[in-house]
């Protein structure tokens, strides 16, 4: 099978044009992978391969937990893993491009950028061989680069310099199907894929990709989790545009936990069924006004969820805890729980948090609570470390800041 990560020097290097154009050219046959937490590029990968997207995430997973995951969805011919940040950012928190690389024995494909430069791309290369030398990059891609020639220097001097390093080939800058597209933002417009594909690929050798990609398929032999204990009940999980960050995984676990699981809109007011024995409500935008047009009187989802809260279990992450609360400034909220937000210029939380449990996950958040007197849970950025509030629960709702995936915890 055809297996690599795609990995950069920096965010916005370049790393989601080229994973955009492979899962397409591979469309047939692909999975996708997110190294890291992040929701919004998963979403992205399964839109254009209309495959299940798969996070990989070694801080809120041990080493043989992301192995078996990974090993799990690889049923495709093709697996294409998307780094984060620069190739060994977010090694010190235990989660990096470099890391997961070396973890499952992944040829790296390094994208580099050679805009205004030719000699000194090798030399920035050098340091990244060097850095670690037992990285997994096998091939460079050259990015925004301004002709045929231009290439061409770049490539001479990675070849003399490093031996055993393939220059698959370059990406022209300022590609017209570019320059009115938002990668990894705009989810609705994939008219333009075919075309940034061609025109990405244009100039990149995909039969020497094939053949420098080439990996052995490993099947799981143990289950390096908690024995799944299945239960007779029903889980619904609310899950739309509203609510739409869902780890595909989660999804996966929670069908094999529960006897049925229910997928409700709350766009749609679609209401909680009264068979239903728990809620989960995903993470994702109630706060702005986009969102809240959706959902602002669509009373039958809030009265059925209300009435649910009563007697029965409700889990919420990030939008899912706004929604239980009263408000988030003048937008009402269904006021299960007795907490307000407001939502601010500049992020609140922003990265990997450990709750009092011990739970790891992560946080992206710009609202803030008014009152922390309700409150229950401290996320904190180290391991029983300080930090402030950012959990409330009453009765059987939970509401919290923190996502995290389901297989390695004890939260359901």
Known sequence: MISFCIGGVSSNSGKTILTTALLYYFKDSVRGYKIGPDFIDPQFHTKISQTPSINLDSFIMNKKQVKWIYNNYN?????????????????NKGCSTYGISKLLKIPTILILDGSGSYITVSAVLKGILKYKKD????????NNLSSQVH??????????????????GWIKKNLPSLT???????????SKIEQISKEVLSNIDIKLLKKTCKIKR????????????????TIAVVNDKNFSFLYYDNLQFLKEKYKKVILIDSTKNEVIPKNVDIVYIC??????????????????????????????????????????????????????????????????????????????????HYTKALS????????????????????????????????TMFRNTKIF
Request: overall charge positive; some cysteine.
């Open 218 to 233: 490993k099947i799981n032999k143990n289950y390096p989790f908690e024995k799944i204990v299945p239960q007779d009940k």
């Open 372 to 403: 922390l007197q309700n409150a229950c849970d401290i996320l904190s950025k180290t391991k029983n470390g300080g930090g402030l509030k950012g959990s409330w629960k009453q009765n059987k709702v939970f509401g919290t800041y923190l996502h």
């Open 180 to 190: 009115s597209t938002h990668l990894g933002l705009d989810l609705k417009d994939l």
């Open 75 to 91: 049923t495709k011919k093709v697996s294409i893993l998307e780094g984060v940040m620069g190739f060994y950012d977010g090694e």
């Open 283 to 364: 993470g994702g935008y109630i706060e702005t006004n986009q969102a809240y047009n959706r959902i602002e009187n669509n009373t039958k989802f809030k009265n059925s969820l209300i009435k649910h809260s009563k007697t029965k279990q409700i889990y919420a992450e990030c939008a899912g805890l706004l929604y239980l609360g009263c408000a988030v400034d003048d937008k009402q909220m269904s006021g299960i729980l007795d907490v307000s937000f407001t939502l601010k210029d500049r992020f609140q939380r922003l990265g990997y948090y450990y709750n009092q449990k011990g739970i790891k996950g992560h946080c992206f």
């Open 151 to 168: 290439y061409e220097l770049i490539r001479n001097q990675i070849l003399k310099d490093h031996k055993g390093i393939v220059v698959l």
């Open 135 to 142: 990285n997994t990059i096998k091939a460079v891609v050259l």
